[in-house]
């Protein structure tokens, strides 16, 4: 059978299953040495290696959490894949135990090699944080001599004051820049390509994992993510090269500047409790259907981040047809309907070999409140807030979550993570891969869910059991207690019991 047929039809794992425990595989597996079994994989960035040393991080992971694969943090500005423990939190069980707030930087944690960035202005990103130190050259020998596949994360999260940042970021409705980078931008399109293509060519790498968690206009709007206030004037973009394209696509870009502006109105309004003669949700809808240029410029920004992903996966296969790209699958895409709605599975399967769907189930509980308190005071502003949960609940097909008041504290059960992983698998229909991100010591609120290994374990193995093709541990290992890892190591070991 073929390589990747053998591991999409399940035929590997059920034949393992049936081998019986896990002592008994390495004559089983020797055949096919990472497919055979559920890829069971980790995230870290780069301040553990240097902290701990890449051989004793690379033990940890492997004899505890039973990780095959490594996706390294290689390139973002953010602190949610890079850094030490986000300040304000409590430090784990291992690594330094002091915030990195005064060193963090972010940036290109490997060598950018100048020739791939020529068509583009953002062309200092080297990561200062340590130094010379090639995190990738550091870890790949480490790595391959204990048989680990290694993936590079890049992640789309950039610092306003890298060179070149202010030219190419997206313009709000009042024409300020700031916020993102313009998706639209031939510039920034270049550095994402010629990024991935640095990478590839220049270390020998077993693919990439690309993370965008930025949300369109319509949801910036609405504030109707789990993680953002409500500013429904800094939407955008409405720069030159989406006016080009809004042309190319046949879109009215003054309309769909005066919507947004109407848009804008509406949610101050809501907000200040001006309820409409019809109602909030009829006003919202109103606005829709009288301005459909909110919906056509909200598509422009989704078919925006979705060409980058297919132009990076485009660009990692014309270096070597083997390697892989994953794409992180942001947490919005499970709590909100209409992020849902233009996030199609089956679409997105044709752009990646792998999605990494995010599951987090225990600070999605006060993630899913939050989200629930935005839709909740604005367009959703009539109904109550607990039976907007009930109702949003059967929407998602959630089961029996806890309550609005206790959801932060109780988390997301380990069902949330079984039907979230099996509505990715039914969605993409064996076109690619589906690895849920596993929620180890995500840092939440004071008295929100924390991680145990009880709930690590429950929520690997509810993962493995609805079919996932392997997990991510998430987010990243310099957040993750040891007894923790431990336990999404057990799960993942006695998945293989059957
Ligand atoms: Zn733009």
């Known amino acids: 059978m073929p390589r990747r047929e053998f591991f999409k039809t399940g035929a590997g794992f059920a034949a393992l299953a049936a081998a019986g425990p896990l002592a008994n595989l390495a004559s089983v597996t020797a055949a096919e040495p990472t497919r055979a079994r559920k890829s069971n994989g980790i995230q870290v960035g780069a301040v553990s290696f240097v902290d701990e040393g890449a051989d004793r991080v690379l033990d940890l992971v492997q004899e505890r959490g039973a990780v095959d694969t490594i996706y390294l ?146 949801l910036n709007a609405l504030g109707a993510s789990h993680a953002q206030s409500i500013a429904s004037s800094r939407v955008t973009c409405f720069c030159e090269h989406h006016q080009r394209v809004a042309k190319e696509h046949g879109i009215d870009f003054e309309r769909a500047r005066q919507g947004y502006q109407k848009l804008d109105q509406f949610i101050q309004a809501a907000l200040d409790g001006q309820r409409p003669s019809d109602g909030y949700f009829v006003e919202f809808w109103r606005l829709l259907v009288e301005w459909p240029e909110i919906i056509a410029w909200d598509r422009l920004f989704d078919a925006a981040k979705h060409q980058v992903l297919a132009e990076v996966n485009a660009a990692v296969k014309r270096v070597r047809l083997g390697l892989q790209v994953g794409f992180h699958i942001e947490h919005v895409n499970s709590f909100n309907p209409i992020f849902r709605a233009a996030r199609s599975y089956a679409d997105l399967a044709t752009k990646a070999d792998f999605l990494k769907v995010v599951v987090y189930n225990n600070c999605g509980g006060e993630r899913y409140a939050n989200f629930i308190r935005n839709a909740g005071s604005t367009v959703f502003r009539d109904v109550p807030k607990e039976e907007l949960l009930r109702f949003n609940n059967h929407l998602l097909n959630y089961g029996d979550e806890a309550k609005l008041d206790d959801l932060a504290s109780a988390g997301l059960s380990a069902d949330y993570v079984s039907r979230e992983t099996q509505r990715a698998l039914a969605g993409v229909q064996g076109k690619c891969q589906v690895l849920p991100g596993i929620d180890i010591g995500i840092p939440t609120g004071k008295n929100s869910r924390k991680a145990s290994p009880e709930d690590t374990y429950a929520a690997v193995t509810a993962a493995l059991k609805a079919g996932a093709h392997g997990v991510i541990l998430s987010r990243k290992y310099s957040e993750m207690r040891l007894g923790n890892l431990a336990a999404a190591g057990r799960a993942a070991r006695d998945s293989l019991k059957g």
């Not at 949610?80 to 939190?89: C, D, S, V, W, Y």
């Not at 005064?102 to 944080?129: C, I, M, S």
């Not at 995190?135 to 610092?159: H, M, N, Q, Y």
């Not at 639209?184 to 077993?206: E, K, M, N, Q």
């Open 73 to 218: 943090t290689t390139f973002t500005y953010g602190r949610g894949l890079a850094g030490r423990q986000i300040p304000g939190h409590p430090f784990p069980d291992h690594g330094a135990q002091e915030s990195d707030e005064k060193t963090f930087h972010g940036g290109n944690y490997a060598t950018p090699h100048p020739e791939f960035y020529r068509d583009t202005v953002l062309k200092q990103t080297r990561a200062p944080d340590h130094g010379d130190l090639d995190i990738v050259a550091t870890v790949l020998p480490a790595a391959r001599k204990r048989g680990l596949r290694v993936f590079c994360s890049i992640e789309d999260a950039f610092r306003s004051d890298v060179p070149g940042v202010k030219e190419v970021s997206e313009v709000d409705l009042q024409g300020r820049r700031g916020g993102g980078l313009c998706l639209c931008h031939p510039a920034v399109r270049a550095f994402w390509t010629g990024l991935a293509t640095d990478l590839c060519r220049s270390y020998d790498i077993d693919g990439i994992l690309f993370f965008n968690e930025r949300n369109g206009p319509l």
